[in-house]
């Protein structure tokens, strides 16, 4: 471990054995916290001008210093500078506060001025901090009085361009997922917050948009009116206490709902689609982000019989593309041959091909495998398992029980135009039940190659729009 991390994490552990007092006062069962994680850049650290209305301070509102001490709470929250001011912390707790009757609330700021995303994980350095790991330790020792209820972000201005913004939601949802796991919270609630209007570039905002739909339990915040402190970066005082009462809001609604789906949760649909046909980028991809669905796109490459066939499938180009839109690009082998036949070193090369092609284009390598014509066995499965995936999907037509069914043989409906599979996979939205998953295997729309496999755009609208009126949650395999 780096000399450095490990000094600051025992020095955290430390803390974590001594701390427990503010106002002179030991942290009793009376004063549990409902504790917020601010996480992020300088907006979220606070630039604001420090004015009268800082003054105002509640006892029930605290924030853990730098020191590792509860404090009253009050402006600037943050230490990651000198000039560090009004953010949108503290407004955010006077929200919260609003009409919940006794609780009491603990800030734990985190936030560091500057930082890109790509510091925002284990073991990263920024300068002589560790914006992770610190947060990690910070939040454990706050949790020691009290209950972890969300995280606030918001970060973006240092990777709001063209290039640094393309990988930009993939390492979004690997931040979210590593703080849910490692503070042992899988259903945390995460708001993000839009970076400031008035910035000159517009690459981050419409990518944190998509989070929602994306990833369980997230929401986004606006900064639409809000404006900046005359240098085109930070939010003046009075925008980032108006951003704080968003996240404030945003906050409250996600927590009701998190709250209603304890007692009932929504069923899942998986939509998967086969084959790297051109009618998937053409035709699926816009109409998934009409209705706002993730999809996972198992990609192969055809033997060409005939000329002309090559342009009924995509390019690595357009797959790339899919991967950008924030879909998820599973495996299908490389050239769809049925693995059962296969030797274990064949089969290891078919999905390998996959891989590399992936690494070549800078898509991430797939964490899902689709068996071509579903056909698969045990040394099938094992293989794909020791290969790094997580998930493969076979066929079975019927739903998907992670606590009874193999990951690495996940049953799906396959849908294709006829009247026959047209209502059996009609029949299995309209009976599925909560806490339960359904997978759909889609190949061409419309198939020219193959028919006989054909969905047509509109049975695809009419599923789609279905799956909407019923607000199941739809999800890609990799987010099972």
């Known amino acids: 471990m780096n000399i450095k991390l490990r000094i600051v994490l025992e020095l955290m552990i430390c803390l974590l054995l001594n701390i427990g007092t503010f ?10 916290l409902d504790l917020y994680l601010l996480i992020g850049q300088s907006n979220m650290a606070g630039r604001g001008v420090i004015d009268d209305e800082s003054q105002h301070t509640s006892e029930n509102i605290l924030t853990l210093d730098k020191t590792g001490n509860w404090v009253v709470a009050k402006d600037p929250l943050h230490f990651d500078k000198p000039y560090a001011g009004v953010g949108p912390g503290l407004s955010f707790a006077q929200a919260m506060l609003e009409d919940q009757g006794k609780i009491k609330i603990g800030l734990i700021p985190c936030a560091w001025g500057g930082s890109p995303i790509k510091v925002w994980s284990s073991g990263a350095k920024y300068f002589e901090n560790f914006p992770y ?4 330790a910070r939040a454990k020792i706050a949790m020691q009085k009290g209950q972890l209820k969300g995280i606030l972000w918001h970060q973006g201005e240092s990777d709001n361009d063209a290039s640094r913004s393309v990988v930009y939601f993939e390492k979004l949802k690997e931040l979210i997922a590593n703080f849910r796991k490692d503070l042992n919270a899988p259903n ?8 400031g209007r008035f910035n000159q570039a517009d690459y981050i905002n419409k990518i944190v948009n998509t989070l929602p739909t994306e990833v369980e339990n997230t929401a986004v915040v606006s900064s639409e009116g809000l404006v900046d402190k005359g240098d085109q970066l930070h939010f003046d005082s009075a925008s980032a206490r108006e951003l704080g009462k968003r996240y404030a809001e945003a906050m409250k609604k996600i927590l009701k709902e ?3 789906a304890t007692s009932k949760k929504r069923p899942k649909i998986v939509l998967t689609f086969d084959d790297a046909e051109i009618t998937h980028y053409r035709n699926v991809a816009p109409l998934l982000k009409k209705y706002g669905f993730n999809a996972t796109f198992f990609v192969c490459e055809f033997p060409i019989k005939k000329s002309g066939q090559e342009n009924e499938y995509m390019t690595w180009k ?3 593309e899919l991967h950008q839109q924030g879909f998820e690009i599973g495996n299908h082998t490389g050239h769809h041959k049925n693995l059962t036949k296969l030797s274990p070193d064949d089969m290891k090369k078919e999905i390998a091909y ?3 092609k992936c690494q070549a284009f800078g898509i991430p390598k797939p964490v899902s495998l689709a068996y071509p014509g579903n056909r698969n066995d045990s040394i099938s499965q094992r293989i794909v398992k020791e290969m790094g995936y997580k998930y493969a999907r076979a066929g079975g037509a ?3 029980n992670p606590k009874t069914d193999n990951p690495f043989a996940i049953p799906s409906f396959t849908v294709i135009d006829s009247e026959k599979y047209k209502a059996r996979t009609l029949n299995g939205l309209k009976n599925i039940q909560n806490d339960e998953i359904l997978v759909l295997t889609f190949h061409g729309v419309p198939d020219v190659l193959d028919p006989d496999y054909s969905t047509s755009i509109e049975l695809l609208d009419e599923i789609f729009a279905f799956i909407k009126e019923k607000k199941y949650k739809v999800v890609a395999m990799r987010d099972l």
């Open 23 to 32: 106002y002179g006062q030991k942290v009793n069962s009376n004063n549990t």
């Open 133 to 136: 790991d610190e947060a990690i």
């Open 188 to 195: 945390l609630p995460f708001i993000a917050g839009e970076i």
């Open 258 to 260: 998190a709250s209603s």
């Open 318 to 320: 357009q797959i790339k």
């Open 354 to 356: 996959i891989d590399e």
């Open 398 to 400: 019927k739903n998907y």
